[in-house]
């Protein structure tokens, strides 16, 4: 089944560097595949073409994000202690690793849901101190401006019908 995914991703991105657009995709791919899947993969999937302008910012932003995570790890580990407050400190590193796994790929949702959680990470007084803030902060606007340029609104498909 994830081979089946991996193939129809593949499909989408070669066809995005083609130059078709979205619908178009969809369209064609539609009988042959699961047309919600189709809807997701193709709205997720960044356009190869574009990535090129964006791949150092995408870098920093990564870079940004692991040492924000490896910083709470580093913390996390050196209590030594496992109980209940080990494993749910290690809830927020696991989705900053998925995070990331979706930001280096280019991948929509990553960045989607970096944008909801970075400014949210400011509830917690751990991340309003130096160098958390600032990193936190720069990371918000990374986030958002890639997500801008690499998913305008105008390209995204809406629902399966045209």
């Known amino acids: 089944m994830a081979q089946s995914a991996q193939s129809l991703e593949e499909k989408i991105e070669e066809a995005l560097l ?17 047309p919600h899947k189709l ?18 910012l995408n870098l920093l932003l990564g870079l940004i994000l692991l040492f924000i995570t490896s910083k709470k790890m580093l913390t996390i580990f050196q209590f030594g202690a496992i109980d209940l407050f080990f494993f749910l ?3 927020p590193v696991v989705i900053n690793f998925y995070l990331l796994r979706e930001i280096l790929r280019f991948r929509r949702i990553g960045y ?3 944008l909801v959680l970075a400014p949210l990470s400011l509830l917690l007084p751990e991340n309003r101190i130096y160098p958390e803030l600032p990193l936190i902060l720069v990371m918000t606007a990374l ?6 340029k690499m998913f305008p609104r105008r390209e995204l498909v809406y629902s399966l019908e045209k």
């Not at 986030?143 to 801008?148: D, I, M, R």
């Open 18 to 34: 083609a130059g078709e657009s979205r619908r178009q995709i969809i369209e064609r791919f539609k009988q042959d595949e699961d």
């Open 39 to 56: 809807l997701f993969h193709a709205n997720n999937i960044s356009n190869p073409a574009i990535r090129g302008k964006y791949v150092y």
């Open 89 to 91: 400190s290690l809830v």
């Open 143 to 148: 986030t958002a401006f890639l997500f801008l």
């Open 112 to 114: 989607h849901f970096l």
